[in-house]
Each structure stands twice: as structure tokens, then as C-alpha cells.
């Protein structure tokens, strides 16, 4: 079974950083373009990054541009987002998704299942 692991979410003060990992199991993710979203208390998921299959397209989300970074480590079967400047804006639930197509990696309504995802609370 094709499956998602979300990691490294926290509660961060305003300023703050954070890295979150998604990790794959049961395939490899090099094969994949893969999505990063988050979804705030009663706000649609959203996508916020976007790298695709060997890294060499980034994409961002322009609330997140300048102070997130997409990376990928295909040999460790890792997708990282670094997230700088972390603001009380940025909290929610991040998941990540692999898919086919870079050109709708954004688009959350691309997607039909979604995992646990990891909570990233910012606040003072």
C-alpha cells in the first residue's frame, strides 16, 4: 500500500522555524512530483510547495514565497519543507502528496485521499 508519513510539525513562536519531512512507504518518491498543502481551522487545504520529480522545478504558494524551501533527497526517499519567519498565519495541519503531474502538484482538488498530516501551530 502506496502511503504518506508527515513529520516535524510543532508549536513555534512567531519568527520561528520549523522542517517537516514527508517520508514514503511502500514505493519511491523519485518517481513523483511532490505536493506540500496545509489547511487551517475552518479554511480549505491549500497548496503551499510544490518540487518536482528530480528537483528541478520548485514551485510556491506567493504567502509562503521567501520564507519556505522545498528539497528533496531521493536517495533517502525524503521530501523536506523548511519553513523560516514561521508567522501565526502559517499554522495548520501540512500534508504532503506525490502525484504524476507537476502542473496541477498545487491543486488539492487533484487529490482524493489524504494522510494524518502534522500540526504546526504558531503562536506565542
Known amino acids: 500500500q502506496l502511503q504518506l508519513v508527515e513529520s516535524g510539525g510543532d508549536l513555534v513562536q512567531p519568527g520561528g522555524s520549523l522542517r517537516l519531512s514527508c517520508a514514503a512507504s511502500?514505493?519511491?518518491?523519485?518517481?513523483?512530483?511532490i505536493g506540500w498543502f496545509r489547511q487551517a481551522p475552518g479554511k480549505e487545504r491549500e497548496g503551499v510547495s510544490c518540487i518536482s520529480r528530480l528537483g528541478s522545478s520548485i514551485a510556491y504558494a506567493d504567502s509562503v514565497k521567501g520564507r519556505f524551501t522545498i528539497s528533496r533527497d531521493n536517495a533517502k526517499n525524503l521530501v523536506y519543507l523548511q519553513m523560516n519567519s514561521l508567522k501565526p498565519e502559517d499554522t495548520g495541519v501540512y500534508y504532503c502528496?506525490?502525484?504524476?503531474?507537476?502542473?496541477?502538484?498545487?491543486?488539492?482538488?487533484?487529490?482524493?485521499?489524504w494522510g494524518q498530516g502534522t500540526q504546526v501551530t504558531v503562536s506565542s
Open positions: 502528496q506525490a502525484t504524476n503531474s507537476y502542473a496541477t502538484c498545487l491543486n488539492a482538488r487533484a487529490f482524493d485521499s
Open positions: 511502500g514505493f519511491t518518491l523519485n518517481v513523483y512530483a
